[in-house]
C-alpha cells in the first residue's frame, strides 16, 4: 500500500487519540494510504521520548517548525492547544503539507480567516476534528436528514455538558485560561455542537446568548504533564478564571428553524453528555453521546397507534462505518470516530473524496461562536454577516 | 363534614379535570371540607346541561357574573380560557369569592396586576393551578432541594414540548389566537416551565427570547364545543396565526444560575413533554411529565465509583401525597396532581396553609413571560424588575 | 341511565380499588347501566361503616351470604382474600347474580372448577379481574398482536418482581400463609402474567418450575386491619411462612413457543415490575407495569438502518380506552385499569359483549399454576391436560 | 520490554478481536511483556497471507501442529469452532504452552476435563475467554458484591438474546451444528451467562431446562469463508439443524440463590442482548451488553425517599481498566474487554496474578451447560455433582 508520512504536534489527550487512528485506520479499514507515523512534537524531550516510543512514532521534535519544514512530512496533525493552531496551522500550509487539526479552531474569528484563507490558497487538504459527525449514529442522522425523513427541520435542541470543574479547587488548566482557550465551554463544548447543527440543520442567521461565570479564580496547576480531565493537586496560589463556566445560547437558522445551544462544565453526573434533538415536521431525531451507539428515531409515517421514539442500535452493517468493525449489537467506543476521520481524511489525501468539516467550516463555526460571545456581553440578537 | 360550595366557569377540558379533582379529593384524602359541585356554568345550555348530569353539578347557569354573586358559593374555579381570566377574577374576588384559577394567568402583566391587587385586597385565598408543582415527583424535588440535597443550583434547563399542531391544516383554535390566549405555547407551556423554576430555583432576573412562527394562517374552526387536542376536521376559510409556534428563552436567575426555556408546538413525538434539568453543587435532579412518576436524581454525595442519576419511583408512602393513593409502585396519572391542588386548597381555605403558586406568583411569572415576549420582538435582554 | 346495583365483599386494598371503578365508570365513559353502590360487606363492622360513607355505599352487611341472597343486589364483587372466593362464588352463582371476582382466582384446580361449573351452569356474567389485561398499552399489544404485526410468536418472557417482604421482620400476613393465599408469588404474582402470557401468547402445554424459601418464619401480625402493603409493627410471636418468596417457571406454549415466568418478592428496587417481552418472526412487544404507559414495538418491517424498539406513548385517542380521558401525553395510573373492567363488565351484563378473562380463564390459568407448583416440588416437567 | 511470542489458531471473527487485543494491549496499558505477534495459523493459505499482513502477524501456518510444537512460541491462541478446541489445547498444554482459548470452552464435559487436567498437569497458565467478565461495568459488578454492597444474594436472572438467525434461509453454518458447536445459544450464549453468574453468584447446585427448534433444517451455506453473522447467501441444498435455537434454563445456586437463564437467537430488535440482574438483600445490579459501559445499582442503604436503580456509567478512572483509556464519559467498546483480558492474561503468564475463568471455571461451566442440555431432554431437574 502507498504510504503517507505524519508529523504531530502535540501529545497529550488528543495524541493519544490521534496516534491511535491513525494505527488503527488501515487495520479495521482500507484507506488509499497507510499513514506512516513519522515524527511526533512537543516541547518536553522526555515524556515525549516515551510517548514515541509506546506509540510507534518513528522520530522525536521538539520545534515545530521543523516538523512541517520537512520534505518527507506529508500530513501536519495539529494536536495542541487552541492558541497554537493558527501559526503552525498557516506555516503547514504555505508548506504545502495536508492539515488534520484538531478543535476549537481558533482563539477568534480572525484567526480562522486567516487559516482558512492560506489552506484554501495552498490547495492542500484541511480538516477540522469535530470527531463527533463521525460516529456512525450522528452520520446516519445526516444520512437520514439527506433522505427526508425528518422532512422540514423546525428545531435543534443542543446541549453539551460536562462537571469536572465543578470543584472550585480543581486548577486553572489551560482550558480555563482566555488566551490559551479562547472561551471556555462556549468554545471547548459548544463548538462541537454549532459543527453538529450546521451539519444536520444548516447555518446560522441571528444569536443571542448568555454565558455563567461560577468560579472566579482557582489555583494554578503544577508546571508540566497537565492534562484536562486528571486529577491535578491544587497548588496554593490562585489566579483568576478569564473564560465562561458556561454558555447558552439560542439562534435563528437560515431556514428558519428555532434553536438553541447549551453548554456547561458544571452538570453534576453529565461526563460528556453531548446531546441533540431536531424535529421536523416528518419525524424527530435524537442523540446523546455518553450512549453514542444509538439514534432516536421518530417518524409521523409509522401507523398512527404503533408511533413512538425507536432507539436504533447503529451496529448494523448497513450504517455509516460499521462494515470495519463488529457484528451487530457490538457496540464501538469514543476513540472510533477517530479513525473514521482518518480514514476519510486519507481517502480527500488521495483525492478521492472531499472531505468535511473543512476549515471554511472551521471559520463559519467560529463566526457562530464569536458572535455568542458578542451577545453575551452586550445583550443583544447578532445578526451574522452571511457572506463568508 | 363541613362543607364548601363549588362555582364552576367553564366545562370543557378542564372543567373535566378540575370536575374529577373536586370529587375525588374527599375520598382519596381529608381535607377539612367536602367540596359541593354546587353550579357550573357555560355559555351554552344544551352541552352544560349534559356535562352537569355526568358530573353531578346540582345547578347550570349561563351568566357568570350570577354565579360568582350567588350568596351559597364559596369559591370560583375559573376553567375557561385566558382572556376572560381578569374579569372573572376581579368580580370574584370582589366578591369575597376564593379563587381556583387555571393557567395561563392573564393576557398580560396588567392584568395580573389588577387581579392580583383585587384578590390580595378582598383577603381571599387565591391560586393559579400550575398544576405540575403537585406532581408527586415535582413535589419530592422541592423537598430535597430545600434539603440541600443538590446544593447550590447553577442551571435550571427546561423544555415543553408538544406537536399537536404541526399539520398545518389543523384549525384557528383560541389557543391560537393572540386575543383570546395572549400568547402560544410561550404562554401556555413555558407559563407551567417559569412556575416550575421559580418553585425550585427562584426567581429570575433577566431574560433573553427568540420566537418562532411556522404556520402563519390556518383554517377557521367550527363554531361551537371545539376543544384544542381534538381532531379537529378543517373548515374552508383561513386566518391568521397571531400567536408564536415555539418561544425559546434564556434567563438569569437572582441567584446567579443561567436556565434555559424551550417551548414548542411543533415537535413530533412529544406529546406532553415538560421536563426540566436542575444542576447543583452538590447534584442533580431532572423530571419528564411523560414519565411523571419518576424523579431522577444524581447525588455527589454517592461513593466515587457507584455515582450515577438514579430513578426514582415517587409512589412510596413516604412520598408527597402517595400516602392517599396506591401501595409503591402503583403509579399516578395526569389527574391527580389536580386532586392534590384541590386538597391543598380546601386547605388554605380552612386557614390551615397557604397555598402556592397565588395571584402575586401568577403576576411574577407574567413579568417574565411578557418580558420573553419582549426581548423576542427587540432582540435585547430584558431586566426585571424585581419589585413586585 | 337504567341502573345495576353492586355488592362488593370486602373492603380493604381492593375494596378502595374497586369502589373508585365503580364511581369512575360512568364519569369517564358510557356503559349501559349506571352501577349503585348498594352494599359493602365487611366483618368489623366499624371500620367498614367508615368506609361505606367515605365511598358513599348505601349501606353495610357483615353476613356476607345476606349480601348474596338480597333480590336487589345484581353484581357480587368479590374482594377478599383467596381463600374465601369459592364459597361466595358458588352461592353468587346459585343465586344468579353476576361475578366480579378478584385474583387470586382460586386456592386450587378443584375450587376453580367448581366455581367455574357454578358460574357456567347458572348462566351468569363472570369475570377474574386480571386488571393488566385491560392497561392500554397491553390491550394495544393484543390487538397488535391479532392484526399479525409481530408475526408468529418465538418466545415469552414475563417477570414480576416486588420487594415488599425482604425485610425478614416483615409479619405473616394472610398472603404468607399457604391456607389463605395458596401460594405465594407464584399465585399472587405469576397468576397475572399467566394470564397476560394466555392473553397475548396462547394455552400452555408444559411447565417446569422452582421456588424458593429465603424466610422460614415471620413474627404474627397484629389481628386486624392488616393490608398487605403497609408498614405493620412486627408482633413478638413468630410462625412459619408457608408460601413461596419466589416462583421461577419455564413453558411450552400449545403453539411451540417456549416462555418464561420469574415471581419474586425479593427483587429489592422493583415494586410493581410486572414486565413482559415477547419475540415474534415479524417484530417484538415488550412492556413494564412500572411504566405502564408504554409499549415498546420492534417491527422488522421498518427500513433496514432505521429498525430499533419504539416507545409507544399510548395515551393517543385511537389507544384503547384512551378516548375517555385525557389530551395526548397525559399519562394514566394503576386504578384507571379497573375502571376499564368495570366499563366492559357492564357492558357484558348488558349483553353488549363478553368479557374475559372469565372463570373458565381463571380455570385455565390455575391448571398451569398448580402444574407449577407440583414440577417444583417433584422436579418433573408437568404436561397439562388440554381438554379442559 | 520483555517480549513473548504469541501463536494464533484461527483468523476469523475472533483472529480479529485476539490480533487487535494483543496489538493494543501494549500501548493503552502497561503488560509486563509486549507480545509479538509471530504467527497465525488457518486451514486456508490466500485468506490467511491476507490476514498477516493486515494484522502484522509474522509468520502464517497451516497446520496447527507445527505451531503448538515451535520452541519459539510462548503462547498459544485458540480462536476457532469449538469442537477443535480440545485436540489443540491439549497438545499445546503437553508442550508446555500457555493457552489463550476462546469459548464455548469445549463440546461436552468429557472434552472439557479432559483439557483442564492436561493443563493443570502442565503447570502452564490457561485461560477461557469469557470476555465479559472484563468489562468494566462487569468487572465493578464483581468489586460492588465482594464489597458487600448488595448483601445476600436471592436472585440471578441472566438472558442473552440475538435475532440473526431469525430469516429460515439463514445457512446451516458451523454454529448450527452439533457436530461443531455442540449446542446452541445454549453453549454459544449460555456459557457466558453461566460463566458471569458463577463468577458473580457462585456455584450451581441443580439445573431445570427447555430447549426450542423453531427451524429444522436450513440451506447449506458455500464453502468457504463463512462467518457466523454475514448475510451469507442461501445455497439450494438444505441439512438439518442439529442444535437448539432457544435454550432456557432454571437454577438453584449453591447459596441458595434461585436463577433464570434465556439465550435465543429468535429475539428480534436484540442484537448481542446479554444481560443480567442481580438481586440481594441490600441492593441489586442490572447491566445490558448493548450498553456496556453502563451498570444499573439499586442501594436500599439511600434514603428512603431517594431511592432508585442509579445509572453508573462506568468510564471514571477509578473503574476497573479505565485508567488507561479516556477521561470520563467517554465509552468504550465491544473489542476493549479483549484487551483488558490480554493485559490479565500477560500479568498471569509474567506470574503476577491468577487468572480467571481458567479450564476449571471452563470445565465447572460446562458441566452446568451439559445438565441443561439433559434435563431438556429428559424433563427432570438435575442436581451436579459438586465435586469437580
Not at 480555563?176 to 444536520?200: K, M, Q
Request: hydrophobic fraction near 45%; glycine fraction near 8%.
Amino acid at each position: 500500500m502507498a504510504r503517507v508520512n505524519v508529523g504531530m504536534i502535540g501529545y497529550n489527550f488528543m495524541g493519544k487519540a490521534h496516534s491511535n487512528a491513525w494505527k488503527q485506520a488501515p487495520l479495521f479499514f482500507d484507506p488509499p494510504f497507510e499513514p506512516v507515523l513519522k515524527v511526533v512534537c512537543g516541547r518536553h524531550a522526555e515524556p515525549l521520548a516515551a510517548f514515541a516510543e509506546r506509540w510507534g512514532w518513528a522520530e522525536t521534535e521538539t520545534d515545530w517548525r521543523k516538523v512541517v519544514e520537512r520534505a518527507d512530512v506529508d500530513i501536519i496533525d495539529i494536536a495542541v492547544p487552541t492558541h497554537l493552531h493558527r501559526e503552525i496551522a498557516v506555516a503547514a500550509a504555505r508548506a504545502g503539507k495536508h492539515i488534520f487539526c484538531e478543535k476549537p479552531f481558533a482563539l477568534n474569528v480572525a484567526q480562522a480567516r486567516e487559516m482558512c484563507e492560506a489552506a484554501e490558497a495552498a490547495g492542500v487538504r484541511h480538516y477540522v476534528n469535530h470527531n463527533y459527525r463521525r460516529c456512525p449514529a450522528v452520520t446516519l442522522a445526516k444520512q437520514m436528514i439527506d433522505d427526508g425523513r425528518i422532512g422540514t427541520i423546525f428545531h435543534w435542541r443542543g446541549a453539551y455538558l460536562q462537571s469536572w470543574i465543578v470543584d472550585p479547587d480543581f486548577p486553572l488548566t489551560w482550558q480555563l485560561s482566555r488566551e490559551t482557550a479562547g472561551a471556555g465551554p462556549h468554545y471547548d463544548l459548544n463548538s462541537h455542537s454549532v459543527d453538529l447543527a450546521r451539519f444536520l440543520v444548516g447555518e446560522i442567521k441571528s444569536v443571542s446568548a448568555m454565558t455563567a461565570h461560577f468560579v472566579t479564580e482557582r489555583p494554578l496547576p503544577p508546571e508540566t504533564g497537565q492534562t484536562a480531565f486528571g486529577a491535578a493537586r491544587a497548588g496554593t496560589r490562585k489566579a483568576p478564571v478569564t473564560v465562561d463556566d458556561a454558555a447558552f445560547m439560542l439562534v435563528e437558522f437560515a431556514n428558519g428553524a428555532l434553536g438553541s445551544f447549551e453548554a456547561s462544565r458544571f452538570a453534576l453526573g453529565r461526563k460528556n453528555y453531548n446531546c441533540f434533538e431536531i424535529y421536523g415536521d416528518k419525524g424527530s431525531l435524537a442523540f446523546d453521546l455518553e450512549r453514542m451507539n444509538e439514534l432516536m428515531y421518530f417518524s409521523a409515517d409509522d401507523p398512527g397507534c404503533a408511533q413512538g421514539f425507536r432507539t436504533i442500535l447503529a451496529t448494523e452493517p448497513t450504517h455509516p462505518y460499521l462494515q470495519g468493525w463488529w457484528p451487530p449489537g457490538h457496540i464501538i467506543g469514543y476513540e472510533h470516530a477517530f479513525v473514521h476521520a482518518v480514514v476519510d481524511f486519507l481517502q480527500a489525501v488521495a483525492g478521492q473524496a472531499a472531505i468535511q468539516p473543512d476549515f471554511r467550516d472551521g471559520l463559519r463555526c467560529m463566526q457562530v461562536l464569536e458572535a455568542g460571545l458578542k451577545s453575551a456581553e452586550n445583550g443583544r440578537r447578532i445578526t451574522l454577516n452571511g457572506t463568508e
